[in-house]
């Protein structure tokens, strides 16, 4: 009997364990001209596609609290040679 509490009881705190090791992932929100950024840190810059013509891109950053956003932005691609 105290085997199996023992085990559920394992069992309880390995799950919680696990749930606070994924946090949520933030919204994607879209640039507007003239929009204030606030980047204290850049986390990530997803690379631009190889095409020729305006393409979605990413930048992952943080902003002067701390909070991590993520924000889409429109580019031209990469793929057009001159």
């Excluded at 390995?14 to 946090?23: C, G, H, K, V």
Aim: a negative charge; glycine letters at 8%.
């Amino acid at each position: 009997m105290k085997n199996r509490l023992l085990l559920v009881l394992a069992g309880v705190v390995s799950l919680s364990a696990y749930a606070e090791q994924t946090p949520a992932s933030p919204d994607v929100f879209s640039y507007d001209y003239g929009m204030h950024l606030d980047i204290s840190q850049v986390v990530n810059m997803a690379p631009i596609a190889d095409v020729c013509w305006p393409t979605l891109a990413q930048i992952t950053y943080k902003d002067s609290h701390g909070e991590v956003h993520i924000l889409g932005y429109s580019v031209m691609g990469t793929g057009c040679s001159n």
